[in-house]
T-cell receptor, first 112, second 114 residues
Framework: DAKTTQPPSMDCAEGRAANLPCNHS???????VYWYRQIHSQGPQYIIH???NNETNEMASLIITEDRKSSTLILPHATLRDTAVYYC?????????????FGQGTRLTINP | DGGITQSPKYLFRKEGQNVTLSCEQN?????MYWYRQDPGQGLRLIYY???????QKGDIAEGYSVSREKKESFPLTVTSAQKNPTAFYLC?????????????FGPGTRLTVL
């Protein structure tokens, strides 16, 4: 699996867009980019995933660069409840169970 | 409500005792997983199962055992052979249909061995 690099922490003001970067320079052509987040002392929550096109859902947008070596998760209007650790994971999609490899993630703090 | 339940939320045991953590899901998912999380760290995979009566070791299986006798249940036993069992334990499940296999996580059990 390709390794990902994320900043250890970020701050964002409430109501602004939070942009969380992730580098995955060794990603291969069949690996997807997944984002999960973990609010303190809870189980991780799936946010979004993508292969090469930009993706948007009700929670966030995922922008993947054309060379696929990096991506950005965008929370368009951050709220205090978005304070969490955000994990960027690169994963091959294969038939069967998936072994997600979580790094240390980015601790995002939304400030009032 | 569909979801994954783990019980109890907090568990205390004396050193040398085996302890079993419960994980139940009513999402009709085929695959189930156990992860361990230490303070300030990401999750590490202990065991996973794709089908009833079958399971595979993850990256840190030593000192742990599992069973999968029912599709809905995947209990984890932390044995006395696990050298540092105090941690936050998370169970997850996923469907194997459709390809991308998003994992749904339970609320976790925080185990403290005294």
């Amino acid at each position: 699996d390709a390794k990902t690099t994320q900043p250890p922490s970020m701050d964002c003001a409430e109501g602004r867009a939070a942009n969380l970067p992730c580098n995955h320079s060794t990603i291969s052509g069949n690996e997807y980019v997944y984002w999960y987040r973990q609010i303190h002392s809870q189980g991780p929550q799936y946010i979004i995933h993508g292969l090469k096109n930009n993706e948007t859902n009700e929670m966030a947008s995922l922008i993947i660069t054309e060379d696929r070596k990096s991506s950005t998760l965008i929370l368009p209007h951050a709220t205090l409840r978005d304070t969490a650790v955000y994990y960027c994971i690169v994963r091959v999609v294969v038939a069967g169970a998936q072994k997600l490899v979580f790094g240390q993630g980015t601790r995002l703090t939304i400030n009032p | 409500d569909g979801g994954i339940t783990q019980s109890p939320k907090y568990l205390f045991r004396k050193e040398g005792q085996n302890v079993t953590l419960s994980c139940e899901q009513n999402l009709n998912h085929d695959a189930m997983y156990w992860y361990r999380q230490d303070p300030g760290q990401g999750l590490r995979l202990i065991y996973y199962s794709q089908i009833v009566n079958d399971f595979q070791k993850g990256d840190i299986a030593e000192g742990y055992s599992v069973s999968r006798e029912k599709k809905e249940s995947f209990p984890l036993t932390v044995t006395s052979a696990q050298k540092n069992p105090t941690a936050f334990y998370l169970c997850a499940s996923s469907s194997l249909a459709g390809g991308l296999n998003e994992q749904f996580f339970g609320p976790g059990t925080r185990l403290t061995v005294l």
